[in-house]
């Protein structure tokens, strides 16, 4: 699969929505974000709570250009949590967090607009 930044490229093949379905997005509260040194590229460690259906996760995000460590404890953010988990570097990535670029390509976190309970599915 192809990935892009680029806002103008055009949407990716159709699915259906039962393909959709299968992508269980949650979201979660960041409680503890620290440095990763060994990253190939500029990253933070993430640990997140998506309540007690999915529990507490690790991931490795590089949205070092947007946000700086004691900014993310207690910010809400969007992760896809049945990914397989991954390894990158000594890192163990268990969810994909979800994020946009803005026009300078730095990842701007995906985080829910008003209250809602950790765990909650997006629908």
Do not use: C, W
């Amino acid at each position: 699969m192809h990935y892009t930044q680029d806002p103008n490229t055009p949407p990716a093949a159709t699915i259906s929505f039962d393909d959709f379905m299968q992508v269980d997005i949650r979201v979660g509260t960041i409680v503890a974000a620290d440095a990763f040194p060994e990253a190939r590229k500029p990253a933070y460690k993430l640990t997140i709570d998506f309540g007690a259906g999915v529990g507490v996760r690790k991931s490795s995000a590089q949205i070092t250009g947007r946000y700086t460590l004691d900014q993310l404890p207690g910010k809400r953010v969007l992760g896809v949590v049945n990914f397989p988990p991954r390894q990158v570097g000594p890192v163990r990535s268990e969810v994909l967090v979800l994020g946009l670029a803005d026009d300078a390509g730095d990842t701007v976190l995906v985080t829910p607009e008003l209250d809602v309970p950790n765990g909650a599915r997006l629908t």
